[in-house]
T-cell receptor
Framework: DSGVTQTPKHLITATGQRVTLRCSPR?????VYWYQQSLDQGLQFLIQ???????AKGNILERFSAQQFPDLHSELNLSSLELGDSALYFC???????????FGEGSWLTVV | AQTVTQSQPEMSVQEAETVTLSCTYD???????LFWYKQPPSRQMILVIR??????QNATENRFSVNFQKAAKSFSLKISDSQLGDTAMYFC??????????FGTGTRLQVFP
């Protein structure tokens, strides 16, 4: 158990809908990262937050947004969903720079 | 641009043998961190080993060790006494000062009995 909690574990939704993925980082970790992994693909970095502030941004679509709350949990919002958004979405967390980054078990999103 | 390359899409090894997975990267930074992650069929991302770039000594974790060559920007993973449970996708992931992990495309390792 990495200590990073993601909910829901599985989600099936229709095209055009909006979903929210939630992540609770390891206790004490200030950084939260979101990654997307499509079938048989590598991990694509989406966005990183550090103590509530956006720190780095990857190839995140405009239809996607994220935030980190004062209690350090984070949410990734995916809207106007398309079939191609079906993927495994990982949240990861770390402490200060250079600390090991631990991953949650991921949220499987299927868009039908 | 900071990049990472895993040149071996697939590898196989017999149980109890040793296998080495290669990884090269490109950066102009001097201080950074390097990780290997394992992703078994369950798709969970599991940390295998970590290396600090400022340390000359290669990291070791039980059967897993790295060969870190900073000047060559190479970070290979050696798995000794391979076990069936080592069957997984392995990702090399440098962590530069841009504050995000950059993942390679992965090497799919199959361990045969």
């Amino acid at each position: 158990d990495s200590g990073v909690t993601q909910t829901p574990k599985h989600l099936i939704t229709a095209t055009g809908q909006r979903v929210t993925l939630r992540c609770s980082p390891r206790s004490g970790d200030l950084s939260v990262y979101w990654y997307q992994q499509s079938l048989d693909q590598g991990l694509q970095f989406l966005i990183q937050y550090y103590n509530g502030e956006e720190r780095a941004k990857g190839n995140i679509l405009e239809r996607f947004s994220a935030q980190q709350f004062p209690d350090l949990h984070s949410e990734l919002n995916l809207s106007s969903l398309e079939l191609g958004d079906s993927a495994l979405y990982f949240c990861a967390s770390s402490g200060t720079a250079g600390n090991t980054i631990y991953f949650g078990e991921g949220s499987w999103l299927t868009v039908v | 641009a900071q990049t990472v390359t895993q040149s071996q899409p697939e590898m196989s090894v017999q149980e109890a043998e040793t296998v080495t997975l290669s990884c090269t990267y490109d950066t102009s930074e001097n201080n950074y961190y390097l990780f290997w992650y394992k992703q078994p069929p369950s798709r969970q991302m599991i940390l295998v080993i970590r290396q600090e770039a400022y340390k000359q000594q290669n990291a070791t974790e039980n059967r897993f060790s790295v060969n870190f060559q900073k000047a060559a920007k190479s970070f290979s993973l050696k798995i000794s006494d391979s076990q069936l449970g080592d069957t997984a996708m392995y990702f090399c992931a440098p962590h530069f000062n841009t504050d995000k992990l950059i993942f390679g495309t992965g090497t799919r390792l199959q361990v045969f009995p």
